[in-house]
């Protein structure tokens, strides 16, 4: 049983809503129509040639990523240009390509939520509330408050890192987090305003670590904070279509980022 690519957008949308993407974003539908087949679906943090390559061989009809494929203004398509190639080559198979950015992260049960949730944090609330539950980030409690020492330890093992990059410890316990998924630096005063003596992101620049006593930024990684949204979008659209052919990217990894 197929449905259309619409329908599949209808169920992300309705748990990640269009409407509430930050204005610099473009997430939603990429590439083709909301009136094309949909039978099989692929997901993806990223959508690369190499995934647009496994999709064709899975015969899926429509990849969804988080990450947007086309992010800003493209002057051309060139298959030169990786985002040139994946677009080339998702029209010529047919294969309609959404992206739901910034809409799953501002939602609750987004990324910022997985990541709370990882923590064990309790009473979580978002960080940048825009008043009607919606915002970038997440911040809660710690079911017991933990040294700077145990909270690296804890980071380490919820998120698998080898390593994360982090501040000065600061000292006492922590027992409020803050966290934001993707790029975050710019939320990291929304975070130490928020009560939070540990703030989790990534991307976060230099600078950013020369916080005030009391309040400790760790960067865990781009991908590694934002990862667990495939699984949360792949549950999402299993439940509601049982008869799909509803896969994750057997190259799940696509992290750009190299650690040696």
């Not at 449905?3 to 990429?30: H, M, T, Y």
């Not at 978002?126 to 909270?151: M, Q, R």
Request: hydrophobic share 45%; charged share 20%.
């Amino acid at each position: 049983m197929s449905a259309k690519v619409g329908d599949v957008i209808r169920v992300i949308e309705e748990f990640a809503p269009l409407s509430i993407q930050e204005k610099w974003d473009n997430s939603g539908l990429c590439v083709g129509s909301p009136d094309d087949e949909a039978g099989s679906v692929l997901l993806a943090l990223d959508c690369t040639p190499e995934l647009v390559d496994e999709a064709v061989e899975c015969g899926a009809d429509m990849i969804v990523t988080h990450h947007p494929l086309i992010f800003s203004g493209l002057k051309k398509i060139s298959p030169d240009d990786p985002v040139g190639e994946a677009v080339i080559k998702a029209v010529k198979a047919g294969i309609a390509v959404y992206a739901a950015h910034t809409s799953a992260d501002k939602v609750l049960a987004g990324v910022s939520g997985a990541m709370a949730a990882r923590l064990g944090l309790e009473d979580v609330v978002p960080l940048e509330d825009d008043g009607c539950g919606h915002g970038l980030g997440a911040v809660g409690n710690l079911p017991a408050p933990i040294t700077a020492e145990e909270a690296v330890a804890l980071v380490k093992d919820r998120f698998r890192l080898k390593a994360l990059r982090a501040s000065r410890p600061v000292e006492g316990q922590i027992s409020r987090v803050a966290v934001c998924g993707g790029s975050g630096g710019s939320l990291a005063g929304a975070a130490e305003a928020s009560g939070a003596q540990l703030y989790l992101s990534g991307d976060i620049s230099y600078h950013n670590f020369f916080t005030k006593k009391g309040f400790m930024i760790m960067d865990i990684g781009h991908y590694e904070s934002e990862i667990e949204i495939v699984d949360i979008l792949f549950s999402l659209i299993r439940k509601n279509f049982p008869t799909f052919a509803v896969r994750i990217t057997q190259n799940i990894y696509s992290n750009p980022i190299f650690y040696y």
